[in-house]
């Protein structure tokens, strides 16, 4: 965890132990050889900042603390157990002399590597000093460096509880030559404890900590709150374990599934090692306490809570990218992943062309200022520099000093090309394609915002209060026209002109009839009027309730005119409703006449049908047909159609229902089969 305690705290004790010097000036700091290394530890005349910043044992009067022989650096931080001091060497001639230099060159010291390290007794021989003793001898941890990675082990010396012993310590080491030539690094290792703002300050790279996770009130509500944390992640485990298992390898075309799988990962590596520092710190401060003269190494832990932090302030990030995932379905909120996933493949195209001139420009300046810009003095630091230099924090007389010709060309050509040119082609890309999602995305339908969210849950539950008292108002109006003694069906009959279901009034009257009489006294009929006002005070009360959590904003001007409606009953909304009610009332009736006259239809084909079966064959033919004899026609009789042959059949009244039938209809004649007869009525 991070606080501005932290960011105090680790400032003042990089004051005190790296910035403070000595009488000739000389600071942890500014240390650039074995001479600086021995007068900021101990000189002829004084005992060097390193002690004077180690050993608080009086007031700034020479008064004693008054307390044990720890120190209290600051008066404040405890000293925990004693400092170490640790070195490590590389062997003679692990570096090749060249052949013309052998002869005055005869030794050298290579670079530090764990295979050149050197391993062999040296000195007075005996004591932890001059023996070398492995990584896992010491329960040691590697330090990154500038130039490269050391080891845990080496050669130490632990320093004592005094001051006076420690400047007896670090005279023998410095009278017997401790550091030489073969010497690479040196660490000065201890730390320390503040009680006041219960945090731990590790000093070998200046790591502050907090260890000991549960003092004070807070804390263990923080714990209330990891244990939640840990409930929500262990569900989140089960429920994309189900997903992976139905969803097989499609599970991850989605990257919002990768980055849950991530966070969960994250989340689940943060409580294991939240249960090993617990336990390792309990480790720890049991074996300081048992022995306070010892060394405690808390490097490793503070290593690995540096660790625990930089991965949760990773999960968090991703925690909040992941917002976007619940807010996509806006399209305002999809601009931004819709313009990068459009442009994705001209940015891919453009940045292999903008690093092959970054990187030319890179490895140009490396070769040209390494040798004297400390900006330039490796690969990776002119990366970044130029990247500083696209953004305006340069240094542009050190160029200039370093190669006063190519310099200033290299920084000209790099500024117009770079940022004058690609940098400029870069933005125009983004800007075309966001131009282009964005007049997309306006041609576009409205999707739901999250104020029509709350809108609509606001109206609904509106609509439902107002429901509630429309129906009560209903039953008072029944009421009102009732007299002394009111009967069920007059009551339903009120209640049914209102649109209401008859099980809705059955169960309304049934709940104050309580002598069953289908008959409504006055008594009854005064608890029914009290129950109905008390639930129209309630609601009432309910909307006036519910206005107030919108007021202030646009659903705070529709609650007003929402309420304006129901006091007025002339109002927009109510007519509106009522409106409403007429209409359906309208096509019910409307339905019903048409349900009437499909039932007339119905009774006039089945006695069609009956008719129809009484009239014979021949009957149908003598009142339809005359047959007369006709001329001959090569020896041949042909039969002449009445001058009524085209009379209708059954043409009983304008609204018959079948039309008179042609000739081509009529029994005995060539009618094709299964044509359908048609009806003239209108609907």
């Known amino acids: 965890m991070t606080s501005s305690n932290a960011y105090y705290y680790t400032k003042v004790m990089s004051d005190l132990f790296l910035y403070s010097s000595s009488d000739n000036r000389i600071s942890f700091q500014s240390i650039g050889s074995m001479v600086d290394f021995w007068a900021v530890s101990i000189n002829e005349y004084t005992q060097g900042p390193l002690l004077d910043s180690l050993y608080w044992t009086k007031w700034y009067n020479n008064e004693s603390l008054g307390q044990n022989t720890q120190s209290y650096i600051y008066y404040e931080n405890f000293l925990l157990g004693v400092p170490r001091l640790r070195q490590l060497k590389v062997r003679n001639n692990s570096c090749i002399v060249h052949e013309d230099f052998k002869d005055d060159i005869f030794g050298c010291y290579d670079v530090y590597s764990e295979e050149k390290e050197d391993k062999a007794p040296f000195g007075l021989l005996n004591g932890t000093a001059w023996q070398y003793h492995t990584e896992e001898e010491l329960d040691g941890s590697s330090h990154w460096g500038r130039l490269t990675s050391y080891s845990g082990g080496g050669y130490y010396e632990d320093l004592r509880m005094t001051r006076k012993e420690s400047v007896a310590a670090l005279q023998v080491l410095k009278d017997n030559l401790w550091l030489d030539r073969g010497t690479r690094v040196a660490f000065v290792d201890f730390s320390v404890y503040n009680a006041n703002i219960n945090l731990f300050c590790v000093l070998r790279q200046i790591r502050t900590v907090k260890l000991l996770r549960y003092v004070s009130t807070w804390d263990f509500f923080i714990v209330a709150c990891e244990i939640i944390f840990c409930v929500f992640i262990f569900y989140y485990v089960v429920e994309e374990i189900l997903e992976l298992h139905i969803h097989r390898l499609r599970y991850f075309t989605s990257v919002w599934n990768i980055l849950d799988i991530v966070v969960i990962l994250l989340s689940v590596v943060a409580i294991g090692f939240h249960i090993f520092r617990t336990m390792e710190v309990n480790r720890l401060m049991g074996q300081l306490l048992k022995n306070p003269s010892i060394y405690a190494d808390f490097e490793f832990l503070a290593f690995w809570q540096t660790q625990y932090n930089n991965m949760n302030a990773v999960n968090l990030f991703f925690a909040w990218i992941k917002i976007f995932k ?357 609907f």
């Open 326 to 682: 619940y807010i996509s379905f806006n399209k305002t909120m999809t601009q931004l992943s819709s313009t990068l996933a459009r442009c994705a493949k001209d940015i891919l195209g453009f940045a292999i062309m903008f690093f092959i001139v970054f990187f030319a420009y890179a490895q140009l300046g490396y070769l040209l200022f390494g040798t004297q810009v400390e900006n330039f003095s490796t690969f990776v630091k002119c990366i970044f520099t130029q990247f500083r230099i696209i953004l305006g924090d340069f240094d542009y007389n050190a160029i200039d000093n370093a190669n006063r010709i190519l310099g200033p060309i290299y920084f000209v050509t790099y500024v117009f090309f770079v940022f004058f040119v690609l940098l400029n082609m870069f933005l125009a890309i983004i800007n075309d394609t966001y131009s282009e999602v964005k007049e997309e995305l306006s041609n576009q339908k409205n999707e739901l915002q999250l104020s029509d969210i709350l809108k609509q849950g606001y109206n609904k539950t509106l609509m439902r209060l107002k429901l509630k008292k429309d129906r009560i108002s209903d039953v008072q109006k029944a009421l009102q026209k009732g007299t002394k003694e009111l009967e069920f069906e007059d009551f339903k009959n009120s209640l049914r002109e209102l649109g209401h279901a008859e099980h809705e009034i059955t169960a309304a009257f049934a709940k104050f009839d309580q002598d069953g009489n289908q008959i409504l006294d006055e008594e009854e009929q005064k608890r029914m009027r009290n129950d109905l006002e008390e639930k129209r005070v309630a609601l009432n009360a309910e909307i006036e309730n519910l206005g107030k959590s919108f007021r202030g904003n646009s659903l705070g001007d529709t609650l007003a005119n929402n309420n304006q409606a129901n006091k007025s009953s002339s109002g927009s909304e109510e007519e509106e409703f009522q409106a409403l009610l007429r209409r359906v009332r309208q096509l019910e009736h409307s339905i019903g006449g048409i349900v009437a006259k499909i039932e007339a239809l119905g009774v006039q084909l089945e006695s069609l049908e009956r008719s129809k079966e009484e009239l014979s064959h021949d009957d149908l033919i003598r009142r339809n047909l005359e047959w007369v004899p006709g001329e001959e026609d090569g020896g041949k009789k042909v039969p002449r159609m009445a001058e009524n042959a085209n009379m209708n059949l059954l043409n009983s009244s304008r609204d018959a229902v079948y039309p008179a039938l042609p000739k081509t209809q009529l029994p005995g004649s060539q009618m094709p089969k299964n044509i359908p007869l048609q009806s003239n009525m209108n």
